[in-house]
């Protein structure tokens, strides 16, 4: 195998993927493409939620709609109506599907599957990607492989979780409402909270959470996610359909960029994450979407683009409050989300919040917090 291509994509999950399909809808316009994955095969291995604006992508996969949301700490219970933004989900394996028959009924398009990359250079002008069984050339790298790989990327915070597809023997469930975060003592007097995703009367996604400077292992959380699974489905008999774990960085430091405009990297790791919020999915997709309308026109693949510098300050000071005052997260939130007008909030987690919504946000908080940590970053 000695090929040159246009464009190698370096790792076919989400991003990978997502940018394949968009080249792929280019038809025979889609230039000569190599995409690269470790995994021979694809599983159903985790579910993406996301808030499904207007500008969401790929929501034709959702397998669940919600609109309504509940949020319950601090003694109180607030549900936001978000029929105009519902939140929805979508199972990965419904999307490796759908990905892979695009990608592979473009004849412009290579699939390596069950390779793997194991080095990358730039000889003579054009990019040698070594795998394990040959090398690959192409004038325009776009690498999707996690940086944590190479234990470079350390985030301000994880928001570490564990959960489990149960199916109940019984009706539990109200499907009229997903819980994002019902607060929970963890041990050691964390602040944990709870996620459900009831995908109907009997069948839903239960999960445990925790924000921490630490990453949680899946042991950890095993026994408390044991207990909620139970309280959650009232102790009745339940079937353990699927289990996730993960730990999303948060607030991760900005990827270096290649000087070098034909290496780009792109995914959860390269700007695909929203510091305050977590949320990667939507990120990824309006990325791949543009990526796509580059490469029509004729222009190079870039990376994600920054987020304004606002968004980026507020940010990462919402994550250095959390962090300083973790008993209070249940208040925050609560109070985040019983603003009058729950629309701001509902932007600031989609990626669309106006400066208004910010002003309105931080009207919405405890002041004396976030002065208190806005003068601390000043005198860093
Ligand atoms: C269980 C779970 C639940 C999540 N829930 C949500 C959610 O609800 N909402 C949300 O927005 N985000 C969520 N995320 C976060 C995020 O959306 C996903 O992690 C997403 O898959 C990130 O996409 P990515 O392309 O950056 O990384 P990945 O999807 O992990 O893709 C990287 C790919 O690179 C491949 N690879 C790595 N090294 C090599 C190599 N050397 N050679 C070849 N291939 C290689 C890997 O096999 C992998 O397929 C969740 C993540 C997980 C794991």
Redesign the pocket.
């Known amino acids: 195998m000695a090929s040159e291509f246009d464009i190698i994509i370096?790792?076919?999950?989400?991003?990978?993927l997502?940018l394949g399909m968009r080249l792929a809808r280019l038809g025979p316009d889609c230039p000569r493409v190599a995409i690269?994955?470790?995994?021979a095969q694809y599983i159903s291995?985790?579910?993406?939620?996301?808030w499904a604006s207007q500008s969401a992508q790929l929501k034709h996969l959702a397998r669940a709609e919600w609109q309504k949301v509940a949020i319950n700490g601090d003694g109180k219970n607030v549900s936001i109506d978000c029929a105009v933004v519902p939140y929805q989900?979508i199972d990965?394996g419904a999307f490796y599907s759908a990905a892979v028959a695009e990608i592979v009924g473009n004849p412009n398009i290579l699939f390596y599957r069950g390779?793997?990359?194991?080095a990358v250079c730039k000889v003579n002008g054009l990019w040698e990607v070594r795998l394990s069984r040959g090398t690959l050339s192409g004038r325009q790298v776009v690498d999707?492989?996690?940086v944590h790989?190479a234990g470079c990327a350390v985030p301000l915070m994880w928001q570490s979780?564990s959960g489990v597809e149960v199916e109940c023997a019984e009706d539990i469930f109200d499907v009229g409402v997903a819980t994002l975060m019902d607060f929970i003592q963890g041990p050691d007097g964390q602040v944990n909270f709870l996620y459900v995703l009831p995908y109907s009367r009997r069948r839903a996604l239960i999960e445990v959470t925790v924000f921490g400077r630490e990453k949680r292992g899946e042991a950890d959380f095993s026994s408390i996610l044991e207990e909620q699974v139970k309280t959650v489905t009232r102790s009745a008999a339940v079937k353990i359909i699927y289990r996730?774990?993960?730990a999303?960085p948060m607030g991760l430091p900005e990827v270096e960029r290649s000087e070098d405009e034909s290496y780009v990297r792109?995914?959860?790791?390269?700007g695909?994450?929203r510091a305050a919020t977590?949320?990667?999915?939507?990120?990824?997709q309006r990325w791949a979407e543009e990526a796509g309308e580059r490469v029509r026109c004729g222009q190079l693949v870039r990376g994600h683009a920054k987020d304004p510098w606002v968004v980026r300050k507020m940010d990462r000071l919402f994550l250095r409050v959390l962090l300083r005052n973790p008993e209070r997260g249940p208040e925050l939130f609560v109070r985040l989300f019983a603003m009058r007008d729950p629309r701001s909030v509902i932007r600031f987690m989609h990626d669309e919040a106006t400066i208004w919504d910010y002003l309105r946000i931080m009207c919405a908080l405890p002041r004396g917090l976030f002065l208190a940590e806005l003068g601390r970053a000043l005198f860093r």
Do not use: M, N
């Open positions: 370096l790792g076919g999950g989400c991003a990978g997502s690269v994955e470790r995994r291995d985790r579910t993406w939620s996301y989900a990965a390779d793997e990359v194991k999707t492989r996690p790989d979780f996730e774990h993960y999303i792109a995914g959860i790791e390269a695909g994450a977590g949320y990667v999915f939507q990120r990824i």
